[in-house]
């Protein structure tokens, strides 16, 4: 018995802390912490999306949740190649591009969204343009990281074998990409939501960002929170999502230098 406690414990420890944020939210209006017209308690905030409507929270959920996962399903797409080319894959064009990349990643995002709404107008184009900016240089900046910390042997040892360039490449290249591209798809997603709340308060008629934004020029506050709750609930089981995946594609860890040793 002592032993599953003790599991259950281990398992449950990364929740504790919000465990006891969730519990001080709730009780600091009534304890005299907060102003409670602010800071409403968690009940209330909670109260606010039955107000709502449970379909229409939902509703608004699903569409942030889909334009999330558009532009972060083409930036995987777009950041993977190009990382693996940027990483040396093919030199020559890596020479080409780099300088080209480099300063397109300097330019933040929401300085660009003004420009996509003009030129796009308000609308889903300029949202997941948004959340592509967001997310791409996340991913393709681990992604060559990963591609520049590939062992050259392993890349001889296929060749040696009579590997393809596509063999080679899904078969060793993206196998020992794969950790980094988890960590900078993690990066980037939380990225994505950050700047999708801000397209969607800016050019939009609909989503969690949307409803932020008509909620505080509406004065709701208990509604701002929710929707600042329902954000950080969604980006936080994606996150999971993702660490699941992790965990059951990766089945290895590298050795550390001195455990090799």
Not at 196 to 219: F, P, R
Request: glycine share 10%; with cysteine.
């Amino acid at each position: 018995m002592k032993r599953l406690l003790l599991k259950i414990n281990n398992k449950l420890m990364g929740t504790y802390l919000i465990i006891l944020f969730l519990l001080v939210w709730q009780f600091a209006p009534d304890l005299g912490w907060t102003n409670p017209t602010w800071i409403p308690p968690l009940t209330t905030v909670l109260s606010e999306g039955a107000d709502l409507g449970v379909a229409k929270t939902i509703i608004h959920m699903c569409i942030s949740l889909r334009r999330v996962v558009i532009g972060f399903a083409v930036s995987v797409a777009a950041g993977l190649p190009l990382g693996f080319i940027l990483g040396g894959g093919v030199p020559k064009l890596s020479s080409f591009l780099k300088p080209l990349i480099s300063f397109l990643q300097q330019i933040p995002p929401y300085i660009l969204y003004p420009l996509f709404l003009l030129v796009f107008g308000p609308g889903e184009k300029g949202i997941h343009l948004v959340i592509f900016w967001s997310v791409f240089f996340p991913i393709l900046n681990t992604v060559i990281q990963g591609v520049g910390e590939l062992d050259a042997k392993l890349l001889r040892a296929a060749r040696a074998m009579s590997a393809n360039g596509f063999e080679v490449f899904f078969k060793v290249v993206l196998p020992a990409v794969f950790p980094s591209l988890m960590r900078g798809m993690r990066s980037g997603l939380t990225m994505g939501f950050l700047m999708l709340i801000g397209a969607e308060s800016m050019g939009a008629d609909s989503g969690i960002g949307w409803m932020i934004h008509n909620a505080q020029g509406l004065g709701w506050i208990p509604r701002i929170y929710l929707g600042a709750l329902i954000v950080c609930v969604v980006g936080f089981l994606l996150n999971y999502l993702l660490g699941v995946i992790e965990r059951v594609f990766v089945d290895w860890k590298p050795v550390a230098d001195s455990a090799a040793q």
